[in-house]
């Protein structure tokens, strides 16, 4: 399986600022995609990363809160701006398994996000 | 409208004994059914995972039933351990095309020694 990291593990911020969370893979992966855990609650599609082109957003989710950048195969950032502390929540990435199944989906460690 | 609805929402079952935890989808489209392990701090871990073209996949303790038409899928753990205390999540992807998992609600496992 792919190996997954993201920095930073975990932030505490102060209402209104941004914070970007960078997700790194050791191989190259066509699909990525960032998920939203609230805490104590499931996961939640946030966008569809996919190099080259425009990320996908989910309903509820806009750009302009959460702008992706997915500048090749083994790297993507997500940002988390303007922030509130409804933001606070684990910030995960996933990809496709480069081999084999298309449709699993390994993830990362998870961005623990505290906003103050 | 949640897709996945899983049950229960928590489970307390002692060592050696089995634990079942159950979902139910609405989207026929839906091709892949995949279980995620979490614990507290880490990111999701695949478990198992099943495609509708069969009705059971087991392996080691962990087994998936699967039941097309009544559009359900459950996970078994046999021999429940301690170390198997953790979160448990249900998902599905294939709906339209989409690769995207949607989650069900988690169910919070903990087995007694």
């Known amino acids: 399986s792919a190996v997954i990291s993201q920095k930073p593990s975990r932030d505490i911020c102060q209402r209104g600022t941004s914070l970007t969370i960078q997700c790194q893979v050791d191989?190259?992966?066509?699909?990525m995609f960032w998920y939203r855990q609230q805490p104590g609650q499931s996961l939640t599609l946030i966008a569809t990363?996919?190099?080259?082109?425009?990320?996908?957003?989910e309903s509820g989710f806009v750009i302009d809160k959460f702008p992706i950048s997915r500048p090749n195969l083994t790297f993507s950032t997500l940002t988390v701006s303007n922030m509130s502390p409804e933001d606070s929540s684990i910030y995960l990435c996933?990809?496709?398994?480069?081999?084999?199944?298309?449709?699993?989906?390994?993830f990362g460690p998870g961005t623990r996000l505290t906003v103050l | 409208q949640q897709q996945v609805k899983q049950s229960p929402q928590s489970l307390i079952v002692q060592k050696g004994g089995i634990s079942i935890i159950n979902c139910a989808y609405e989207n026929t489209a839906f091709d892949y059914f995949p279980w995620y392990q979490q614990f507290p701090g880490k990111g999701p871990a695949l478990l198992i995972a099943i495609r509708p073209d069969v009705s059971e996949k087991k392996e080691g303790r962990f087994t998936i039933s699967f039941n097309k038409s009544a559009k359900q899928f459950s996970l078994h753990i046999m021999d429940s351990q301690p170390g198997d205390s953790a979160t448990y999540f249900c998902a599905a992807s294939g709906a339209t095309g989409r690769r995207a998992l949607t989650f069900g609600s988690g169910t919070r496992l903990q087995v007694q020694p």
């Open positions: 996933s990809v496709d398994q480069p081999s084999g199944s298309p449709d699993t989906q390994y």
């Open positions: 990363a996919n190099q080259g082109s425009e990320a996908t957003y």
């Open positions: 191989s190259q992966v066509t699909m």
